[in-house]
Antibody
Framework: QVQLQESGPGLVKPSQTLSLTCTVS??????????WCWIRQPAGKGLEWIGR???????NYYPSLESRVTMSVDASKNQFSLKLSSVTAADTAVYYC????????????WGQGTGVTVSS | QSALTQPASVSGSPGQSITISCSGT?????????VSWYQQHPGKAPKLMIY???KRPSGVSYRFSGSKSGNTASLTISGLQAEDEADYSC??????????FGGGTKLTVL
């Protein structure tokens, strides 16, 4: 059974860079056709797909966030990461990492989520 | 890209059936058979309930079913149970290797 766990600072100052890591267990991050995703949810609002990364390092980002997002993979640690630059209060949300089900684009395994607040 | 449109809330009594709609455009819901639905209890991570419009993952109750007509997808829950009370979100492939979610629907079991 694949398990995902997010980690990172819960508080980030405006204009700084938000950095989160997702640790995957129960399977190799570089095996198969899986993509690994970041999805966020502001309090009381809907989910928002941020982007995804393949074990090879290939990425796709949500167009409105693309200029501020960078994702990377660390195969040696079975982890993938999210960096979101120039954050504002609008980036305050619970951030989830998830696995992309190959061939369907559905997200079949999720981390528990980590809350990030952007505030000075 | 704009979020898919879902009703803010729906309700039903135990044993009844309810349907949650998810409206998009020909560039997302209507253009691909890659619609998925997620159940989310308060403070918990979303759980995949339906993928590829109408497929159920292993372990998901047969009471949950999905369909699509034109630019609108639907999730139907039959034989409502108290534990079905949760938020439900739809998601669709939107082309260009990107995905888009709906705003979520709160289901209340009366």
């Amino acid at each position: 059974q694949v398990q995902l766990q997010e980690s990172g600072p819960g508080l980030v100052k405006p204009s700084q860079t938000l950095s989160l890591t997702c640790t995957v267990s129960g399977g190799s991050i570089t095996s198969g056709s899986y993509y690994w995703c970041w999805i966020r949810q502001p309090a009381g609002k809907g989910l928002e797909w941020i982007g995804r990364i393949h074990g090879t390092g290939s990425t796709n980002y949500y167009p409105s966030l693309e200029s501020r997002v960078t994702m990377s993979v660390d195969a040696s640690k079975n982890q993938f990461s999210l960096k979101l630059s120039s954050v504002t209060a609008a980036d305050t949300a619970v951030y989830y990492c998830a696995r992309d089900l190959p061939g369907s684009g559905a997200f079949d395994f999720w981390g528990q989520g980590t809350g990030v607040t952007v505030s000075s | 890209q704009s979020a898919l449109t879902q009703p803010a809330s729906v309700s039903g009594s135990p044993g009844q059936s309810i349907t949650i709609s998810c409206s998009g455009t020909s560039s997302d819901v209507g253009g691909y058979n890659y619609v998925s639905w997620y159940q989310q209890h308060p403070g918990k991570a979303p759980k995949l309930m339906i993928y590829d419009v109408s497929k159920r993952p292993s372990g998901v109750s047969y009471r949950f079913s999905g369909s699509k007509s034109g630019n609108t997808a639907s999730l139907t829950i039959s034989g409502l149970q108290a534990e079905d009370e949760a938020d439900y979100s739809c998601c669709s492939y939107a082309g260009g290797s990107t995905w888009i979610f709906g705003g979520g629907t709160k289901l209340t079991v009366l």
